[in-house]
């Protein structure tokens, strides 16, 4: 899940000193990490604040994140299902599909608890969005986050799993076998035998061995 962001003065911090990181913090990129920490700053003393700093962010990525964080710090937020649908709106507005998919991971996983029925909308949006990803591995990397933020419901882990079962059989190296591991440990609390089914095909290599002892302990547990 995406992890807690540090606070904007942290984030300044933690890359002073940096080669180029005056100028970063100027470009669109930048300023969006900034104002995405800020929201998070803000959010807890002062939601009005909050949403119009992140409804003022340019890029997409970041306004997206922003938009989904403050109905995270704020779940009973009485208009959350709004804030979520304009943060997947953000994450619509980049071109391309790998960068679509995995952002969407922040509002998609929120709006499962807030609306399943538009939540299953969306994630059949994304997987025809994903679809379009000519790149097997960034194919891959966004259908793991669709799947991520929708595992806990089987309707709608049914609905990717097909797609990621096949994109994952054409994929290979490293970076595949590590989005293969934490594919497989999301699954395997809600569905063994898929998860099963997706690590055994794959090599054994050290980029799988926490799913492997995972599958493992829990058949020693039956």
Avoid at 58 to 73: D, F, K, M, N, T
Avoid at 82 to 98: D, F, H, M, T
Avoid at 101 to 112: D, G, K, N
Avoid at 120 to 140: N, V, Y
Wanted: net charge positive; glycine share 6%; proline share 6%.
């Amino acid at each position: 899940m995406p992890p807690n962001e540090p606070s904007e003065e942290a984030s300044r911090a933690a890359w002073s000193g940096a080669p180029g990181i005056d100028e970063h913090w100027k470009s669109s990129a930048g300023q969006g990490v900034l104002a995405r920490a800020r929201v998070r700053d803000l959010i807890k003393v002062d939601q009005r604040s909050a949403i119009h700093v992140a409804r003022e962010i340019e890029h997409p990525w970041y306004r997206c994140q922003a938009l989904a964080s403050i109905v995270e710090g704020s779940p009973s937020y009485p208009e959350a299902e709004k804030l979520l649908v304009e943060s997947l709106g953000a994450a619509y507005g980049q071109s391309e599909p790998n960068r679509v998919a995995s952002v969407s991971l922040w509002p998609l996983r929120l709006l499962v608890k807030v609306n399943l029925e538009l939540a299953s909308t969306h994630t059949t949006k994304l997987l025809g969005i994903i679809s379009l990803e000519p790149h097997g591995l960034r194919r891959l990397g966004g259908l793991s986050s669709i799947l991520l933020a929708v595992v806990s419901v089987q309707s709608l882990r049914d609905l990717v799993l097909p797609q990621l079962f096949e994109t994952a059989k054409a994929c290979s190296g490293w970076r595949t076998e590590r989005i293969v591991d934490t594919v497989v440990q999301a699954i395997a609390p809600f569905d063994r035998e898929q998860a099963i089914q997706l690590l055994a095909p794959r090599p054994i290599t050290r980029f799988t061995k926490v799913s492997r002892a995972l599958l493992s302990s829990t058949q020693s547990a039956l």
